[in-house]
């Protein structure tokens, strides 16, 4: 791949680099996750920085074949200019989908399911009614599977039963539930009830909130191989006891 044109993408990261320069890492549909040098960005009259801005879609084209490509152009989409801008917890678990994306994403593989519910996340963070828990738990849940790494909620791994509401389960992160037993005991233990209301994507019930929050978490954690997330700490630092989303 020597150069792109105009591929839709959102800036996940950007650092300095060099005097006037900025690394940054986006996520696009054809590419994955791909790592671009904008070169003088930081001193461009056109305030090219500023157009590379998180949350915001773009048109890009790149060129080169190394790692990290070259930024040759960047056109703002008219669209996106119309949603408000993300504000107060809204902004917060922005931070947090793009940390997911950031460490989750391959580079250079086609990701177009993950690029799609990224997009559609954002969308609905910046709802004036969004439900942030509900929003997460269904990035959280849509990008794993995106990323070949389905839940399984609706069968027991063990013996292939459906899953019963009022049954308690645990859940072998790397497979999926099994009925709870004194020997299948583990630390992370969910409710039948709140794995079928996660399949039809019912969060409505606080248990379920509780649980899902804890299961998916423990779930993100073990494909990050626990990797910390700042954004995580930021919920914490201004929400308290991570926030209501993270």
Same mark, same amino acid.
């Given at each position: 791949?020597?150069?792109?044109?105009?591929?839709?993408?959102?800036?996940?990261?950007?650092?300095?680099?060099?005097?006037?320069?900025?690394?940054? =890492?986006?996520?696009?549909? @054809?590419?994955?996750?791909?790592?671009?040098?904008?070169?003088?960005?930081?001193?461009?009259?056109?305030?090219?920085?500023?157009?590379?801005?998180?949350?915001?879609?773009?048109?890009?084209?790149?060129?080169?074949? #190394?790692?990290?490509?070259?930024?040759?152009?960047?056109?703002?989409?008219? $669209?996106?200019?119309?949603?408000?801008?993300?504000?107060?917890?809204?902004?917060?678990?922005?931070?947090?989908?793009?940390?997911?994306?950031?460490?989750?994403?391959?580079? @250079?593989?086609?990701?177009?399911?993950?690029?799609?519910?990224?997009?559609?996340?954002?969308?609905?963070?910046?709802?004036? =009614?969004?439900?942030?828990?509900?929003?997460?738990?269904?990035?959280?849940?849509?990008?794993? !599977? +995106?990323?070949?790494?389905?839940?399984?909620?609706?069968?027991?791994?063990?013996?292939? +039963?459906?899953?019963?509401?009022?049954?308690?389960?645990?859940?072998?992160? =790397? $497979?999926?539930?099994?009925?709870?037993?004194?020997?299948?005991?583990?630390? &992370?233990?969910?409710?039948?009830?709140?794995?079928? =209301?996660? #399949?039809?994507?019912? &969060? $409505? !019930?606080?248990?379920?909130?509780?649980?899902?929050?804890? &299961?998916?978490?423990?779930?993100? @954690?073990?494909?990050? !191989?626990?990797?910390?997330?700042? +954004?995580?700490?930021?919920?914490?630092?201004?929400?308290?006891?991570?926030?209501?989303?993270?």
């Amino acid at each position: 791949m020597s150069r792109v044109e105009l591929q839709p993408a959102f800036v996940l990261h950007q650092r300095r680099y060099r005097e006037t320069s900025l690394i940054i =890492d986006v996520v696009t549909p @054809d590419f994955g996750r791909v790592g671009l040098i904008a070169k003088g960005a930081r001193g461009s009259k056109k305030n090219l920085a500023a157009q590379l801005q998180t949350f915001r879609q773009l048109l890009l084209s790149w060129s080169g074949r #190394s790692e990290l490509r070259t930024l040759t152009t960047v056109e703002e989409v008219p $669209s996106s200019g119309s949603k408000p801008p993300l504000h107060g917890e809204a902004l917060y678990c922005a931070y947090y989908i793009n940390e997911l994306v950031l460490y989750l994403l391959p580079r @250079d593989d086609s990701q177009v399911q993950a690029f799609a519910t990224y997009s559609q996340t954002l969308s609905a963070l910046a709802e004036a =009614d969004c439900d942030y828990e509900a929003v997460l738990r269904l990035f959280e849940l849509n990008l794993l !599977d +995106s990323l070949g790494y389905k839940v399984e909620l609706e069968h027991d791994v063990a013996s292939a +039963s459906p899953i019963r509401k009022d049954q308690s389960y645990s859940f072998r992160v =790397d $497979s999926g539930p099994v009925a709870r037993t004194f020997e299948t005991d583990q630390e &992370l233990t969910v409710s039948g009830k709140t794995l079928l =209301d996660l #399949s039809t994507e019912d &969060l $409505s !019930d606080p248990e379920t909130r509780v649980e899902s929050k804890k &299961l998916l978490r423990g779930i993100v @954690d073990y494909h990050l !191989d626990n990797r910390p997330l700042k +954004s995580r700490k930021m919920f914490k630092d201004m929400f308290g006891n991570g926030g209501r989303g993270s």
